[in-house]
């Protein structure tokens, strides 16, 4: 027996309600479950119950065994005292609260259905993909979406609560807080890390006062991420270091480490070193680009933001200091373009509008979202296999949410699709 799962059972209720007693075989009338509390506290809030003759308000609290009270603590936290049914699988303990009081126990085991213990139990045991796999295709669509738009609201939400800690970190600099969040989406997953690091380690104040030489961009930039620091292979890493020399001794830098940065796996248009070219040329071209990214009405004003950006000839036929390649394309691909509406804007604008509590750029976000294509990756290809549609990128958003917060952890009583299974007839 799980903790989530008797939880669920009693929020909605899917026990047998008649004949209710306590554990002194006092009789029990639910009139209210109450609220789901997720902070400190009694896991449920204005509950309201009869119990004998006496109509009871307050709070109450869900263990799978009584001693669990004791364990966690509440025989001595006021916070508990006004506990006025403690819900219990099984009765190990007679417990007090810290008022030295007995809370009236409901022993809710007897009372739960055998095929709700039943399906959860099928739903935690097995060893497929998800745990709901099987059943998700005989599931409603409408409860799918609806799911899926609890994910995508939850995923900004958790997103938006990194950058506004990351805006405190700037002292409520947005342009700052929107470079750093640009230039760790220009590492992808494998080298966001690293860029973040690297953003961190140059303060967008540095970029501002060259941001019109495009050479001495690269040479900060090339110089902080530690790729300037073996012998120079040409003339030109040659020239960058010298300049870097220069700048660095000028703002007191100090680099990273070259060795944080990755090139397993990775297509050679996507080396770090030909992501900081691009990121060199975006950062030479663009001007006020956070203000703009908010005055930007739609997704193609948006894409033009970051569209047609070109690096240095010198990267054109180099994918790392000193090493040739053959010609590359010199603009950021359609692809990129989209990531960083995704993984930067789409979050900047939700946090903005949480940060200003303004709905509007909550609801560009979403629209965002919902405007461009959706993104091709395996978690999304699997749930395609299983029968999810995924039409635009805020339902792939909401399927990474839903992985990886729910399936993965097997948090079924806490998905509405979970939820649907566990409770179907």
């Not at 929020?11 to 309600?17: A, K, P």
């Not at 193609?300 to 390649?325: D, V």
């Not at 999304?380 to 729910?406: C, N, P, T």
């Amino acid at each position: 027996m799980n903790e989530d799962l008797i939880n669920f059972i009693w929020r909605f209720r899917l026990f047998n309600q008649k004949a209710l007693v306590t554990s002194r075989n006092e009789p029990v009338e639910i009139i209210s479950p109450g609220f789901y509390n997720s902070h400190a506290g009694p896991d449920f809030a204005d509950v309201k119950v009869r119990i004998g003759s006496t109509t009871w308000a307050g709070s109450a609290e869900i263990h799978i065994r009584a001693s669990d009270w004791e364990r966690h603590g509440h025989s001595t936290d006021k916070a508990y005292n006004n506990v006025i049914l403690h819900v219990v699988y099984e009765n190990d303990l007679r417990v007090l609260r810290a008022d030295g009081t007995e809370p009236s126990m409901l022993i809710i085991k007897p009372y739960i259905p055998e095929n709700i213990k039943e399906r959860y139990r099928q739903l935690i045991e097995n060893m497929n993909w998800i745990p709901c796999e099987k059943q998700l295709p005989h599931v409603d669509s409408i409860h799918i979406q609806n799911c899926l738009d609890r994910m995508l609201v939850e995923r900004l939400e958790e997103k938006s609560a990194q950058v506004l800690e990351l805006l405190k970190h700037n002292q409520g600099d947005w342009s700052e807080t929107f470079y750093i969040l640009l230039c760790r989406t220009f590492g992808f997953k494998l080298n966001a890390l690293p860029f973040e690091l690297l953003a961190r380690s140059l303060p967008m104040r540095i970029l501002d006062k060259h941001r019109d030489s495009l050479f001495q961009l690269e040479a900060l930039l090339f110089g902080q991420a530690g790729f300037l620091e073996e012998a120079a292979a040409d003339g030109y890493i040659q020239s960058l270091q010298e300049e870097y020399r220069y700048l660095r001794h000028k703002y007191a830098l100090k680099s990273i480490e070259q060795y944080l940065w990755k090139h397993l796996r990775l297509r050679p248009q996507n080396f770090p070193a030909v992501r900081l070219a691009q990121f060199a040329s975006l950062v030479h071209r663009s001007v006020h680009l956070f203000s703009k990214t908010l005055e930007a009405g739609n997704a193609a004003e948006l894409s033009k933001l970051f569209e047609g950006i070109s690096m240095s000839s010198y990267w054109e036929t180099h994918n790392k200091p000193g090493r040739e390649c053959a010609r590359m394309a010199a603009q950021l691909g359609k692809d990129s373009v989209n990531n960083i509406l995704i993984n930067t804007v789409s979050v900047a604008l939700y946090s903005y509008g949480r940060y200003t509590d303004n709905s509007q750029f909550i609801s560009r976000s979403i629209s965002l979202l919902e405007s461009l294509p959706v993104e091709i990756n395996r978690i999304v290809l699997r749930y395609r296999e299983i029968g999810v549609k995924s039409g635009s990128a805020d339902r792939s958003q909401a399927l990474l949410q839903l992985k990886k917060k729910y399936c993965d952890q097997k948090k079924c009583v806490n998905c509405a699709v979970g939820a649907r299974i566990i409770n179907s007839a």
